[in-house]
């Protein structure tokens, strides 16, 4: 009785306890068996990391981004192909050629060029690159996105804490909220450059008839409700308020990228990726915890340098612009931001002068979030075959994540089947990105 | 209400599972390998097989049978049952079990004023003889037997799920028994590609994993699906919660060590054959050191061994023959407790697909009861809904408890959330189909077949786009299925649906106004249409009064028939 006391999680007739509240009631891990008590211990945490008010973009480029032509390239070598590399705003720190505005903000960006893994096929890699986890068909894990909008989002929010654009190709791949439940799935904007779908009302529906209807909807729930649906129809409402609380918000005007300056747009470039950044930034602005924005494009299995070009023509400047953005707003301070892919390209230039799938030795870039820019961090060998020196593993790259946010990795969700599952599994957070 | 009995051992399991996940972070610091792995609870008493299924009736259950057992089961509880369904909510609940559709007003009606008191009985053989019922019941195995796939690229995907559901559909309505089907998926062998999924759709099961772990994963989801249970814990450890231990995880693996995947072709060309390796034997990785390992030859997790180096043929026959065995009480109950549960709303064990001999179950007397009747009709899945949708205890009205978690001993029937196929039809039965504009499909033209081409177009459809939001897991725990926003937002404000809702052209709503001037006559045929009843008195007063507050009769109608699309009710199976 004394634990049901300090957790109060719900339990129904049977001593059964309801697997929702529990999840957001119980943290099990380090913190452990404190002299304060479960609850208090997690209530004072959670406060106090919302008041922080963490938040993180991921930039995932998806297909495999080749280390060569991006942030470890290897001029004059067999490996390295025709790309050069050039000078960035940091002596010492050289990337591909033609990435000119990420090397102008390259001050705040942390390179680590040391990843290595061993998943080499897209679903699998995705998965793995998201979740933290390789995939299990019975456990579904959260994604990143996910954990971090359950950690440190706000429950009461009127927007989504977790918003994915241009990425729906990941939910057929299974990553999504997992075990975490709807709360916190991630909200789908397909367009960035117009509201998403179904927010707007219908053109013959205004606010008052909007009003209207819920009213006549709530009054002829009723019967229903009396005659043995009264749980579901109490779900449902709390439901349909959340969703009207959503389209009301005065912060919905987030979602509007219309609404920003020309020249601002194009700094960012009118793709749909650099659309999207900014979308990322108005919406972290706005108090959305988590945004992913997804970029594909990068699987060169054939004219990888041209095919490269014209990624670069695209992610260059949005990704150079959204540093720059958060940095002179005074928001990278406490905003992450992620680039990767999952996985990169061979050192071996194929016969159709293209770049096959390699996990053994890709790289990520960081920023924000108390991360310290302007360095690197490992290296590869002369022709990029393998990882020389601080490998970092994905579990050390989640728990390094994890620690710029402020979230506890070794934390313990309780999955669908009663299984204690880890925030990340192993791992070492890489302590020389914050020093 | 509650079992003491029960009470405690779920509390006991809840604590031991906090206690064991403290324990698992106190000990972290220490011997990170060794202390977590949990060991399974001491097997040397435990029963895997019900005394009660081996010495119980050889016999079909009957209805009265099934309503017989349930009262002295319950006698001791004191639970009143709900009352009877009305005739409405019959025919609403037993077509949508058994087709996924909603009854059309006209079978509404024309049930209810039916004087037969054998009608129910003839409404349900005639439900299981329809193309609907074997459609509908192909897509929830569909959606079971794929949940878990690991193999996840998309030009794999579509001949998987296309094939599978094609199969399953001609099973199901040839009224295949279940044994057999089980047999043809573990044994299954053929191609699956974008040109012609339906050919070999037996092997879509299969086909969902591949790779080095394939055989693990095959294993375990056969585990689950024939068994229903979840063994794949015990692939890395003893299994904490029932008495699998490892070994015999890697045993069930080793009938499937020979079963090869070779994956061709690209894009559309892509496809993928279920064959055989002509040696190879499973091995189970050293926990102490990863690259040893101990070779492991198949023996089934119930009892069962084979001789060694047999071939992949001869391994998933044997593997079938355990499966499907008529001593086997988990193959019996695993399809059962499902079935149960889709038409009660609540299982014997829940999730459906977490079964074994030390979970708790819910009556399970009632449950060998069952599963010896199914087996004593050879696996016959039409007998089983006739014998269970005929008793009083499936027509009983829906109930809930104090909380929406609180299972209702069978006492009432459960409401349950409706698939996302079944939603979208009734979505369609009401607004009609839904044309999408036509799409620039650039690049996708040519070989591909009229199934698959159909399948990647319905991806960017409303209909995809509808399945997408309101899909989930069938095997999931009821009361966990919950809403998202981006649901209430399609509802609430598609455009197309907000189109179809209009009172012009040929909308239902421009016909009902024009054919039924009075409002009695059109509030009622506009329930009939959307929830399959007529309105109460409350409702038609409610309604009535909403008409005279707006004033204006087809904006009023539309609010009306926005307000039921969008209810609770529409949404859920009563």
């Known amino acids: 009785m004394g634990i049901q006391s300090l957790m109060q999680v719900r339990t129904n007739g049977d001593g059964v306890v309801s697997r929702r509240t529990f999840l957001r009631n119980v943290a099990v891990g380090a913190a452990g068996f404190s002299a304060l008590g479960w609850k208090d211990a997690v209530t004072l945490h959670a406060e106090e990391l919302r008041k922080q008010g963490m938040a993180c973009i991921l930039l995932f480029m998806n297909g495999g981004p080749s280390q060569f032509e991006t942030w470890d390239p290897k001029p004059g070598t067999k490996t390295g192909g025709p790309t050069q590399a050039m000078s960035t705003a940091v002596d010492g720190i050289q990337i591909a050629e033609g990435w000119t505005r990420v090397a102008k903000v390259m001050k705040d960006i942390a390179i680590i060029r040391s990843m290595t893994n061993k998943e080499g096929a897209h679903p699998r890699a995705q998965y793995q690159l998201h979740t933290g986890y390789v995939p299990l068909g019975a456990v579904k894990y959260p994604a990143l996105g996910s954990i971090v909008a359950n950690e440190i989002g706000s429950p009461d929010s009127d927007l989504p804490n977790f918003v994915s654009v241009g990425g729906q190709g990941l939910a057929a791949s299974g990553i999504g909220s997992g075990f975490l439940g709807m709360s916190v799935a991630p909200f789908l904007v397909g367009n960035a450059q117009q509201l998403p779908n179904n927010v707007a009302l219908p053109r013959d529906v205004n606010d008052k008839r909007f009003d209207r209807r819920l009213g006549v909807l709530q009054d002829l729930e009723e019967d229903f409700a009396k005659s043995g649906g009264q749980q579901r129809v109490e779900d449902h409402k709390v439901l349909y308020q959340n969703a009207s609380r959503m389209i009301r918000s005065p912060r919905l005007k987030a979602f509007d990228v219309g609404q920003e300056k020309d020249a601002v747009r194009d700094a960012y470039g009118r793709t749909p990726f650099g659309q999207g950044c900014l979308l990322a930034r108005r919406l972290v602005e706005a108090g959305v915890t988590f945004v992913e924005v997804e970029v594909g494009g990068w699987d060169t299995h054939q004219d990888n340098f041209n095919a490269v070009k014209r990624q670069q023509g695209i992610v260059d400047p949005a990704f150079g612009t959204l540093i720059t953005e958060l940095k002179e707003k005074g928001m990278l301070d406490r905003t992450l931001v992620i680039w990767m892919g999952e996985f990169g390209r061979t050192p071996n230039i194929n016969a159709r002068t293209g770049r096959d799938h390699y996990p053994r030795a890709f790289n990520v870039a960081l920023a924000g979030a108390g991360i310290k820019g302007g360095r690197v961090i490992g290296s590869t060998n002369d022709s990029g075959t393998v990882v020389a020196s601080r490998p970092v593993s994905v579990p050390d790259l989640f728990c390094t994540f994890y620690k710029a946010l402020k979230i506890n990795p070794r934390k313990e969700n309780i999955s669908d089947l009663r299984r204690p599952i880890k925030i990340v599994d192993g791992g070492q957070a890489v302590e020389e990105l914050f020093t | ?574």
Not at chain 2, 66 to 78: E, F, G, P, R, V
Not at chain 2, 315 to 337: E, G, H, P
């Open chain 2, 1 to 574: 209400m509650c079992d003491p009995r029960k009470r405690v051992s779920y509390k006991l399991g809840w604590l031991a599972g906090i206690l064991a996940a403290g324990l698992l972070a106190a000990t972290a610091a220490a011997d990170e390998k060794k202390s977590r792995l949990p060991k399974s609870p001491p097997a040397d008493n435990v029963k895997i097989t019900p005394e009660a299924w081996k010495t119980g009736p050889k016999t079909p259950a009957t209805p009265r049978e099934i309503d017989q057992l349930l009262k002295t089961l319950l006698a001791k509880d004191n639970i009143s049952p709900a009352p009877l369904t009305t005739d409405e909510q019959f025919i609403r609940r037993a077509t949508l079990d058994l087709t996924g559709h909603l009854p059309v007003p006209a079978d509404v009606d024309e049930f209810t004023a039916d004087k037969d008191p054998q009608k129910r009985a003839k409404l349900i053989d005639r439900l299981l003889d329809s193309d609907e019922y074997a459609r509908h019941w192909a897509r929830y195995w569909r959606d079971v037997m794929l949940s878990k796939a690991t193999a996840q690229q998309i030009f794999l995907r579509a001949p998987r799920t296309i094939g599978l559901e094609a199969w399953l559909f001609d099973q199901f309505k040839a009224n295949k028994h279940w044994g057999e089907i089980a047999r043809e998926i573990i044994t299954a062998t053929g191609t699956l590609s974008l040109q012609d999924p339906a050919d070999s759709g037996a092997a879509g099961f299969l086909a969902a994993h591949f790779g080095p772990d394939a055989a693990n994963e095959r294993a375990a989801d056969t585990a689950r699906v024939f068994l229903g249970m979840q063994i794949q814990c015990a692939q890395c450890h003893d299994h904490p919660f029932d008495v699998w231990k490892r070994n015999q995880f890697h045993e069930m693996a080793a009938f499937y060590s020979r079963t090869r995947e070779r994956r061709f072709g690209m894009g559309q060309q892509a496809g993928i054959t279920i064959t055989a390796a002509n040696a190879g034997e499973h091995q189970m990785p050293s926990l102490e050191d990863p690259k040893k390992s101990t070779r492991v030859d198949p023996r089934f997790l119930l009892g069962g061994a084979i001789p060694q180096d047999q071939p992949d043929p001869a391994r998933r026959k044997a593997l079938a023959d355990f499966v499907t065995s008529r001593d086997n009480y988990w193959f019996a109950a695993a399809y059962v407790n499902r079935i149960w549960g889709e038409l009660m709303g609540q299982a014997f064990y829940q999730p459906v697909d977490d079964m074994g001999p030390q979970k708790d179950a819910f009556l399970p007397e009632l449950l060998v009861r069952l599963a010896l009747s199914f087996k004593a009709g050879n696996y016959d899945m039409k007998a089983l809904f006739r014998q269970v949708m005929n008793s009083e205890t499936y027509q009983h009205q829906i109930r809930l408890g104090e909380s929406t978690g609180q299972h209702m001993h069978f006492a009432a029937s459960y409401p349950t959330r409706l698939r996302a196929d079944a939603l979208w039809e009734s979505l369609v039965n009401v607004l009609g189909t839904f044309k999408d504009p036509p799409r620039q499909q650039g690049g996708r033209q040519g070989q591909l077949g009229a199934a698959a081409m159909a399948f990647f177009r319905g991806l960017g459809t409303t209909e995809g786009q509808f399945k997408r939001e309101f899909g989930f897991d069938p095997s999931t725990k009821p009361d966990e299925v919950e809403g998202s926003i981006p649901q209430a937002l399609l509802l609430m404000n598609h455009p197309m649906v907000n189109d179809k809702i209009k009172a012009k052209d040929t909308n239902l709503l421009s016909r009902i106004l024009k054919s039924y001037p009075d409002d009695k006559d059109a509030l009622r045929i506009l329930y009939l249409r959307t929830l399959a009843r007529k309105p109460t008195d409350r409702e038609m007063e409610k309604c009535n009064n909403y008409l005279a507050k707006v004033g204006n009769r087809a904006e009023a109608y539309e609010d009306l028939l926005w307000a039921l699309i969008n209810s609770t009710e529409f949404q859920t199976k009563r």
